[in-house]
C-alpha cells in the first residue's frame, strides 16, 4: 500500500497518461464508423454506465452528491467549460485538413496550466522542477511536430476552435485542483459525462444522425468509455487530489510519447528523429520533475 501522497499523485497521473494513449486509438477507430455526436452517445453513454455502477456498487453515491451550493455552482462551470472544450476539439478535428496543426496546439495546455496554476494557485517550483517543465513541454511540442508546420499553417480555420479547447481545458484542471476537497473526483467525474452525454443527446436529436450505431463501433466503444471517461477521468482527478495541477499535467503529456511508441509497434509508422528528441525531452523532463535526489 501506498502512504506518500505525492507517489500517489505521481501514479495517478502516469496513469491518467496510459489511458489516454490507450483511448487515443480506440476514439479514432470509432470516429471511422459514426459522427461526432453519435461518437458522443456512445461514449459518454457507457462512461455515465460504468460510472454510476461504481458509484452504487461502492455505496458513495449519497456521499457523492451531497455538496453545497457553491460547489454546486462550480459543477456547473465545469460542466459548461467541458462541453465547451469537447465540441471545439472535435469540431477542429474536423475542420482542420492537417490533424498535426490540432496535436501541436494542443500541447499547450501543460504550459497554460502551469502559467495557471503559478497565478491563480500560487503553485512553486525549484529550479530543477522548473527545467523539468520546459524540458517535458519542449519534448511535446517537438514530438507532434511536423515540417510541414509554419506560423501561418497554425491560424488557419479551426485552429482558434483548438485554443478554445484548450483554455477551457485548462480553466477546468484549475477549477477541479482549487474545488478538490469538495469537488471530490467521483464528483467530477460522473459530472462530466452526464455534461457531456447530455449535450450530445440534444445535438443528435437536432442533427440528422441517427441512433443506429455499428456493431464494431459499440464494441470499442464499451472498451473505450471504461478505459477513458472511466478509470482515465478517475485517474486525473486522483492526481490532481495529491499533487499539484502543474505537475500533473506535466507527466500526462507524456501520453504524447505513448502514443507515439504505440503508432511504432501497433501501426507500423516510424518516427521522425526531432520526435524521438521530443521523446527523450519530455521523459527526462518528467524525471526531473518527479524524482528527488538524495542529499
Same mark, same amino acid.
Given at each position: 500500500?501506498?502512504?506518500?501522497?505525492?507517489?500517489?499523485?505521481?501514479?495517478?497521473?502516469?496513469?491518467?497518461?496510459?489511458?489516454?494513449?490507450?483511448?487515443?486509438?480506440?476514439?479514432?477507430?470509432?470516429?471511422?464508423?459514426?459522427?461526432?455526436?453519435?461518437?458522443?452517445?456512445?461514449?459518454?453513454?457507457? &462512461?455515465?454506465?460504468?460510472?454510476?455502477?461504481?458509484?452504487?456498487?461502492?455505496?458513495?453515491? %449519497?456521499?457523492?452528491?451531497?455538496?453545497?451550493?457553491?460547489?454546486?455552482?462550480?459543477?456547473?462551470?465545469?460542466?459548461?467549460?467541458?462541453?465547451?472544450?469537447?465540441?471545439?476539439?472535435?469540431?477542429?478535428?474536423?475542420?482542420?485538413?492537417?490533424?498535426?496543426?490540432?496535436?501541436?496546439?494542443?500541447?499547450?495546455?501543460?504550459?497554460?496550466?502551469?502559467?495557471?496554476?503559478?497565478?491563480?494557485?500560487?503553485?512553486?517550483?525549484?529550479? %530543477?522542477?522548473?527545467?523539468?517543465?520546459?524540458?517535458?513541454?519542449?519534448?511535446?511540442?517537438?514530438? @507532434?511536430?511536423?515540417?510541414?508546420?509554419?506560423?501561418? @499553417?497554425?491560424?488557419?480555420?479551426?485552429?482558434?476552435?483548438?485554443?478554445?479547447?484548450?483554455?477551457?481545458?485548462?480553466?477546468?484542471?484549475?477549477?477541479?485542483?482549487?474545488?478538490? @476537497?469538495?469537488?471530490?473526483?467521483?464528483?467530477?467525474?460522473?459530472? %462530466?459525462?452526464? +455534461?457531456?452525454?447530455?449535450?450530445?443527446?440534444?445535438?443528435?436529436?437536432?442533427?440528422?444522425?441517427?441512433?443506429?450505431?455499428?456493431?464494431?463501433?459499440?464494441?470499442?466503444?464499451?472498451? &473505450?468509455?471504461?478505459?477513458?471517461?472511466?478509470?482515465?477521468?478517475?485517474?486525473?482527478?486522483?492526481?490532481?487530489?495529491?499533487?499539484?495541477?502543474?505537475?500533473?499535467?506535466?507527466?500526462?503529456?507524456?501520453?504524447?510519447?505513448?502514443?507515439?511508441?504505440?503508432?511504432?509497434?501497433?501501426?507500423?509508422?516510424?518516427?521522425?528523429?526531432?520526435?524521438?528528441?521530443?521523446?527523450?525531452?519530455?521523459?527526462? +523532463?518528467?524525471?526531473?520533475?518527479?524524482?528527488?535526489?538524495?542529499?
Amino acid at each position: 500500500m501506498i502512504k506518500n501522497p505525492q507517489t500517489k499523485g505521481y501514479l495517478f497521473a502516469l496513469a491518467a497518461a496510459f489511458t489516454a494513449t490507450n483511448t487515443y486509438f480506440a476514439s479514432k477507430h470509432i470516429l471511422n464508423f459514426v459522427t461526432v455526436f453519435q461518437f458522443g452517445i456512445l461514449w459518454y453513454g457507457f &462512461g455515465l454506465f460504468y460510472n454510476s455502477v461504481y458509484l452504487t456498487v461502492t455505496g458513495k453515491v %449519497r456521499e457523492t452528491f451531497t455538496f453545497s451550493f457553491k460547489a454546486f455552482l462550480m459543477l456547473l462551470v465545469f460542466a459548461v467549460l467541458e462541453v465547451i472544450s469537447t465540441t471545439c476539439f472535435f469540431t477542429a478535428i474536423k475542420l482542420v485538413d492537417n490533424p498535426a496543426i490540432v496535436s501541436f496546439l494542443v500541447n499547450l495546455s501543460p504550459a497554460l496550466v502551469t502559467l495557471l496554476g503559478m497565478l491563480l494557485l500560487k503553485e512553486k517550483f525549484s529550479l %530543477r522542477e522548473g527545467l523539468g517543465i520546459i524540458l517535458a513541454i519542449t519534448g511535446a511540442f517537438l514530438i @507532434s511536430f511536423k515540417w510541414s508546420l509554419n506560423i501561418h @499553417s497554425l491560424f488557419v480555420t479551426g485552429s482558434e476552435l483548438v485554443l478554445i479547447s484548450v483554455l477551457c481545458l485548462s480553466l477546468n484542471v484549475i477549477i477541479a485542483k482549487k474545488y478538490i @476537497s469538495e469537488l471530490k473526483p467521483q464528483l467530477l467525474a460522473i459530472t %462530466r459525462v452526464i +455534461g457531456l452525454f447530455t449535450f450530445s443527446l440534444i445535438a443528435i436529436s437536432f442533427s440528422k444522425d441517427t441512433f443506429s450505431f455499428p456493431k464494431e463501433a459499440v464494441v470499442f466503444a464499451m472498451y &473505450g468509455a471504461l478505459v477513458g471517461p472511466f478509470f482515465g477521468a478517475y485517474a486525473q482527478y486522483f492526481a490532481l487530489k495529491y499533487i499539484p495541477a502543474s505537475k500533473a499535467m506535466i507527466i500526462q503529456s507524456s501520453k504524447s510519447f505513448l502514443i507515439l511508441f504505440m503508432a511504432f509497434f501497433v501501426l507500423g509508422l516510424w518516427p521522425l528523429w526531432i520526435q524521438v528528441v521530443g521523446g527523450v525531452l519530455t521523459i527526462t +523532463g518528467i524525471i526531473l520533475v518527479t524524482v528527488k535526489l538524495k542529499k
